[in-house]
């Protein structure tokens, strides 16, 4: 198992008027090389759960455990295990600095103590991986689009090689073009390298179609915790809590209500399409 | 770490003092200073000490909270006791080397001490119970008479409410731009101070470019609002003096009394 977390559990301004409880109690494994989503409403406490992960802030209470060792014991390298989880926060781009692409993608593996070839590749490689062209290389990132920005700062925890690697929100504000192919590269790399990845997403839809696994975070709870089918059948708690499921979801069961048959557990519109022709040609 | 720092916050409760015009706390807060410099001797100090815990009382906020706000000035005010206490003449009590300490050191030293403790916490209690736009409008509406000499007095109010606006959120950005960093490896503790300064511009150099970003933004949402300065601008909410006001008035003027009467003593 490669993350374990314990009862976790985080108070902000603990002790003051402003006190607020973020995370209560939340206990959940993650498996190497799963694609797990993560969704909640807004303040529902994922982003404070995902930075909790790479050890960026200290837990009120509980423990996390990555590959069976306890982070927050003393001794434990925090900057070692920020290697090896990979965090991207939202609206990424905000936090280029350097002069020219290139540079802003060496900064993480520079900071591994890599050598300045061995840094060099790296970045070469995950420019590559987000499909960055060699042209824009040596161009100031402050001068790319807002979605090739977010592929630059996608690349630089990518550099670091992660083996977990955790995107909040990764497609807030970008164009369908730009979202579907940032999801599809971030499935390119769970794919082929068989990374293990955390997705915060208010779209019911990608969850849908990319995650084997999703958490449903309310109130600082984990409130589900199953495959995209079983959750989304929930549909009417989900809604309770802010969410939802795909509407194609809420199609299925229109048309199950006005006795067509078909399958409940239809999440994308692929299935639904198939699912569809399928009875009609019964019919 | 950065959340620390209580000069200058907020903190919501529900008080009289809270519900106070800001115009009236920012007079106090004037009188309260005059009179901690007015006070010569232990009485005139145990009335601004009285005068202070009614206030702390009144206001609702924990006094652990205000304690917590001392913090920031600890390194000002062992400087300025440690001046007093060796550097002052008169009647030796020991000597170690050039430094001696004599008893008017002592008393300097201690009311110094006092007096700087006194003038935060009177301070802080106004910015706890005040919201930055209430104390900038109190401040607009006091210094009013300047427009008559030409100073553009709604201006700088409207400035001043920006800037205290924005410290919140640059605050919350440079936690964000620094856990960004932090993530990709960044370490801005270890070090010397030239590595130190270094390890800074990863954090500066966004944070400047969102600063730009949002004020900009701003410009943008305020024009789109037909700003255009303080003429003929009118209030939602009027300040008005109400009767805790004038209660509040006459109890400065009481507890300037006993302060001049303390010298008296």
Not at chain 1, 60 to 82: A, F, M, V
Not at chain 2, 107 to 113: E, K, L, Q, S
Not at chain 2, 248 to 258: D, F, N, R, T, W
Request: aromatic share 8%; charged share 25%.
């Amino acid at each position: 198992m490669a993350i374990k977390v314990e009862d976790l559990t985080f108070v902000y301004n603990e002790g003051t008027a402003l006190e607020q409880r973020a995370l209560d109690g939340v206990s959940f494994e993650i498996p190497d090389g799963q694609f797990v989503g993560l969704i909640g409403h807004t303040g529902s406490g994922k982003s404070t759960l995902i930075q909790h992960l790479n050890g960026l802030v200290k837990p009120t209470g509980g423990k996390i455990y990555y590959n069976g060792e306890d982070i927050y014991s003393e001794g434990y390298s925090l900057r070692q295990l920020r290697s090896k989880v990979g965090l991207v926060f939202q609206y990424p781009e905000h936090q280029l600095f350097e002069v020219d692409v290139i540079s802003d993608v060496c900064y993480g593996p520079r900071n591994l103590g890599l050598s300045e070839e061995e840094v060099r590749e790296r970045a070469e490689e995950a420019l590559r991986l987000v499909g960055m062209k060699e042209k824009y290389w040596e161009q100031s990132p402050f001068e790319l689009s807002g979605g090739q920005k977010r592929r630059v700062a996608i690349a630089g925890v990518l550099a670091m090689n992660p083996e977990v690697l955790i995107l909040d929100e990764p497609t807030a504000g970008l164009d369908p073009k730009g979202r579907d192919e940032i999801l599809d590269q971030v499935e390119k790399l769970h794919k082929a390298r068989g990374m293990t990845i955390i997705l915060v997403s208010h779209s019911m839809e990608d969850m849908a179609r990319y995650a084997e696994r999703l958490l449903v975070m309310n109130h600082g709870r984990k409130a589900f915790d199953g495959t995209p089918k079983e959750i989304f059948r929930h549909y009417k708690e989900l809604e309770q809590m802010g969410l939802a499921a795909p509407q194609v979801t809420y199609v299925v069961h229109a048309l199950r209500e006005r006795g067509v048959e078909i399958d409940e557990d239809i999440t994308t519109v692929e299935a639904a399409r198939d699912a569809l022709l399928a009875v009609l040609r019964r019919a | 770490m950065l959340r620390e720092i209580t000069i200058g916050q907020y903190y919501p409760v529900d008080s009289v003092l809270h519900r106070m015009d800001p115009r009236t706390k920012l007079f106090g807060t004037m009188v309260y200073i005059v009179s901690l410099f007015l006070a010569d001797n232990v009485w005139g100090y145990a009335a601004a000490a009285l005068f202070l815990a009614m206030v702390i009382r009144l206001s609702r906020v924990p006094v652990a909270f205000m304690v917590r706000g001392l913090k920031a000035i600890l390194f000002l005010l062992l400087i300025s006791v440690s001046f007093n206490l060796f550097l002052t003449e008169g009647e030796e009590i020991f000597r170690i080397g050039f430094l001696h300490v004599t008893w008017e050191g002592v008393r300097m030293a201690g009311f110094m001490a006092v007096r700087l403790i006194f003038l935060v916490m009177g301070s802080s209690v106004m910015t706890l119970t005040t919201t930055p736009n209430q104390l900038t409008d109190g401040l607009e509406k006091s210094l009013g008479f300047l427009k008559k000499v030409r100073v553009p007095v709604h201006e700088m109010a409207m400035i001043m409410s920006i800037a205290l606006r924005f410290i919140p959120i640059l605050v919350e950005e440079t936690d964000k731009i620094m856990k960004a960093q932090m993530a990709r490896g960044a370490d801005f503790e270890s070090g010397g101070l030239v590595q130190k300064a270094k390890s800074m511009v990863p954090l500066l150099v966004p944070l400047f470019i969102s600063a730009f970003r949002r004020a900009t933004d701003l410009a943008m949402a305020m024009e789109a609002r037909c700003y255009h300065g303080g003429e003929g601008r009118t209030k939602m909410k009027p300040l008005k003096y109400a009767r805790r006001d004038r209660a509040a008035y006459a109890a400065y003027a009481g507890y300037l009394g006993v302060i001049v009467l303390t010298k008296l003593v």
